[in-house]
C-alpha cells in the first residue's frame, strides 16, 4: 500500500515483516491510532469471557487458481446464481463463480478514478440491494481526495446477470468530509428490515480529537440506517423510527453511536446487528447494536475509561458484549458473522471474528448475557472481513496474501 498508518514500538517489526511476506504493506487501516495523551484508566475488569475447548480446524484457500489485490470484502448478490464478489480495496469488484476450480475472474466494476486509496482509504464496502434480481441495484461506500470525502453510492446493472458494470451509472446518496485519512469504517449491508445500514469511523487520529462518536450532529462514529427506496431526500430518506427523527440539530441517519472505527458488521438469523469496533490503546470490542445505543467511544475505550475528564454525557453507555487486551492476541479487530451454514456444524450459531493484526480466529457464544469465547486459530492470515456464499457459508479475506479462505475440518 501507498502508506502505513501509525504502529506502536511493539508492533513495528511485526508489521514490517508481514508487510516483507506478503508483497504489500500492511493495512493496520483497521488497527488503532496510538495516542500517548490518553487518559486511559486502567484494564482490571475486562476480562468478559471464559475460554473452552474448539474444534480442530484450518484455512484452506477457497480459490486456489485465483489471486486478489487488498481483498476487503467477499460477498454475493443473492440473485438465485453462483456468482460471488470481492471488493478490492484500490477500487474494484470482481466477479467469479463460486467454485473452487475457478480459473479466472471478471471486472464487475472499476471506479478506481473516483477512489482514493492509500492506508485506511479506498472503496471500502459492497451491499446488494435486496431486490437486485430486478432493479440491478447495489451500493458501495469509498473514499476520495480534494475534498477527502466518504461517498456513498449507488450503481446499477445493465441487466441482473451483466458481467460488467458502468462507472457512469452512479448515482450519489450522500458524502461526508473526513479530517483525517484514517478510521473509515465503510461496510454497509442491507438489514432484514429492508434499510442500508453503513458503519462510519469516528474521523480518525487519535483519541477522537473532535469528539465526533458522541455528537449526534456528526455523521462520524455511527452506524447509519438509511431506506434506499425512498426519495425524502434526493436518493434515499429517513426510516420512521430512526431514533433521532424530528430532534432539532441532530442527524437522522443515525441509528447508534459512539463508536470509534467499526470494522465489519453482520446480521445473524435473529436480526442482531454484530459489530467489531476498532480499540485505541489497549482493548478491542465486538458489541451488539440497539437502535439508539450509545457504545461509549471516547469516553470509554470498550468498558473501560478513556476520555472521561469533561465528559457531558448523561445517557446510558453500553458496553461491549466482548472484550480482549492488546498483546498475544492482537491489536485490530475484524468483526466477522455468526455461522449459519452446513460445513462446519460445530460452529452453527457462534459468532466468528478474528484479528488482523495477529491472525488469530475465535468462536464467540453468547447466551443469557454471558459470553465464551472459543481459539480457534492462532493464524488465519491477515483477517480484513469475513463474507458469506448464497449458502451461507463462511469465507475469510486475507488482504495480505490476497486470497479468499475458508475454514474446513483439520
Known amino acids: 500500500m501507498k502508506q502505513l498508518i501509525m504502529l506502536s514500538r511493539t508492533l513495528i517489526t511485526f508489521a514490517v515483516s508481514l508487510a516483507a511476506t506478503s508483497g504489500v504493506a500492511m493495512l493496520l487501516s483497521f488497527a488503532c491510532q496510538r495516542d500517548e495523551q490518553s487518559s486511559f484508566g486502567g484494564v482490571d475488569s475486562v476480562a468478559t469471557s471464559t475460554s473452552s475447548t474448539a474444534p480442530a480446524l484450518k484455512t484452506v484457500n477457497a480459490y486456489p487458481k485465483l489471486k ?30 463460486n467454485n473452487p476450480n475457478a480459473a479466472s475472474v471478471g471486472m464487475y466494476l472499476d471506479i478506481r478514478n473516483k477512489v482514493a486509496y492509500g492506508g485506511e482509504m479506498g472503496l471500502l464496502g459492497l451491499a446488494f440491494h435486496p431486490k437486485f434480481k430486478e432493479n440491478g441495484f447495489f451500493y458501495v461506500n469509498y473514499t476520495k481526495d480534494n475534498p477527502r470525502e466518504t461517498i456513498v453510492s449507488r450503481f446499477k446493472a445493465s441487466s441482473a446477470d451483466a458481467s460488467t458494470v458502468e462507472s457512469g451509472s452512479e448515482v450519489i446518496l450522500f458524502r461526508f468530509n473526513q479530517p483525517y485519512s484514517n478510521h473509515n469504517g465503510g461496510k454497509l449491508q442491507f438489514g432484514p428490515d429492508g434499510y442500508l445500514y453503513v458503519a462510519t469511523g469516528d474521523g480518525g487520529s487519535g483519541g477522537d480529537p473532535q469528539n465526533n462518536g458522541q455528537n449526534k450532529s456528526s455523521w462520524l462514529g455511527k452506524i447509519l440506517r ?44 435473529q436480526g442482531r446487528l454484530w459489530v467489531g469496533d476498532v480499540g485505541q490503546n489497549k482493548i478491542e470490542e465486538i458489541d451488539i447494536i440497539t437502535k439508539g445505543g450509545n457504545y461509549g467511544w471516547r ?23 466482548h472484550e480482549y487486551l492488546h498483546g498475544e492476541d492482537g491489536n485490530s479487530v475484524t468483526g466477522g458473522q455468526v455461522y449459519a451454514g452446513k460445513a462446519n456444524p460445530s460452529l452453527r450459531g457462534k459468532y466468528i471474528f478474528g484479528d488482523f493484526g495477529s491472525g488469530r480466529l475465535w468462536a464467540l457464544t453468547y447466551e443469557g448475557g454471558k459470553a465464551t469465547n472459543q481459539l480457534l486459530l492462532n493464524r488465519a492470515g491477515s483477517i480484513a472481513a469475513f463474507g458469506e456464499d448464497a449458502n451461507h457459508e463462511l469465507y475469510i479475506c486475507d488482504y495480505g496474501e490476497g486470497q479468499i479462505l475458508k475454514l474446513a475440518a483439520k
Open 226 to 269: 438509511v431506506d434506499v427506496n425512498s426519495t425524502e431526500k434526493g436518493h434515499y430518506g429517513i426510516p420512521k423510527d430512526n431514533p433521532f427523527v424530528g430532534k432539532a440539530g441532530l442527524r437522522e441517519e443515525i441509528y447508534a453511536y459512539g463508536l470509534r472505527n467499526p470494522w465489519r458488521f453482520s446480521f445473524d438469523e
Open 68 to 97: 486478489f489485490e487488498a481483498p476487503i470484502e467477499y460477498t454475493h448478490a443473492n440473485d438465485g446464481t453462483n456468482r460471488v464478489f470481492v471488493v478490492e480495496q484500490a477500487g474494484r469488484i470482481r466477479i467469479f463463480d
Open 299 to 321: 469516553v470509554k475505550e470498550a468498558a473501560q475509561p478513556f476520555n472521561d475528564k469533561d465528559n457531558t454525557v448523561t445517557d446510558k453507555l453500553i458496553d461491549p458484549i
